[in-house]
Structure formats: structure tokens, C-alpha cells
Nanobody, 123 residues
Framework: QVRLVESGGGLVQAGGSLRLSCLAS???????MGWFRQAPGKDREFVSA????????FYVDSVKGRFTTSRDNARNTMYLQMNSLEPEDTAVYYC?????????????????WGQGTLVTVSS
């Protein structure tokens, strides 16, 4: 069984930065992992993912060039570095893990989920 715990959310001004962490317990070494977010009143959406095979990454267009996903397998931790934050980035951010190494950027492609961490960007 895999358990995921996010941390690092908070309140930041527009233009600022935050780094989210996702600590995994259980075997996730070759799992693809991803970040999703759910803004108030909206459906949960894909943000980014990282391959379990070669650490390649994939991003939704709205965060390309601003967000960076990485992982430290020795620490069982995935990160989301968020720069140039915008009010539209305000959401609960969820970490997810997939029992396969390839990236599949949809909710149904992931098997394990964290409880979420709130990011609020003020204008």
C-alpha cells in the first residue's frame, strides 16, 4: 500500500514562489507520479507528472515555464516548484502515484492520492 502526504502549501502574493513536497511511504521507486489541483467550484485538473522510468516530465500548458516537477527517490519525495504564481493558481494541490512508469495525464491513470494541500495566491 502506498500513502502520500503533501506539504508546503500556504498563502503567497502574486509573482511569488512556493515549493510543494509529496512524501511517499511504500514502494514508489518506478511509479510515475503527478500533481493535480482543484480550484474552488471547479473540477480537479492535471498539473504535471514525472516518469518512473527516466524522470521525464509533462506539464499542462498553463504552468509550463513556471512550474517544475522533480523527485528524489532516496527520500521518497516528489516536489513541485512553483514560480511566478498567479491568482488563478489558487487551488488545493494533490499528489498522486501511478502503478506504472509511464506518464498518463488523467485522473483515472493514477492509483494513489494524497489528501491535498491548499495554495492561495493573493493579487
Amino acid at each position: 500500500q502506498v500513502r502520500l502526504v503533501e506539504s508546503g502549501g500556504g498563502l503567497v502574493q502574486a509573482g511569488g514562489s512556493l515549493r510543494l513536497s509529496c512524501l511517499a511511504s511504500g514502494r514508489t521507486f518506478n511509479y510515475a507520479m503527478g500533481w493535480f489541483r482543484q480550484a474552488p467550484g471547479k473540477d480537479r485538473e492535471f498539473v504535471s507528472a514525472i516518469s518512473g522510468k527516466d524522470d521525464s516530465t509533462f506539464y499542462v500548458d498553463s504552468v509550463k515555464g513556471r512550474f517544475t516537477t522533480s523527485r528524489d527517490n532516496a527520500r521518497n519525495t516528489m516536489y513541485l516548484q512553483m514560480n511566478s504564481l498567479e491568482p488563478e493558481d489558487t487551488a488545493v494541490y494533490y499528489c498522486a502515484a501511478r502503478r506504472y512508469s509511464n506518464i498518463l495525464p488523467v485522473e483515472s491513470g493514477f492509483d494513489y492520492w494524497g489528501q491535498g494541500t491548499l495554495v492561495t495566491v493573493s493579487s
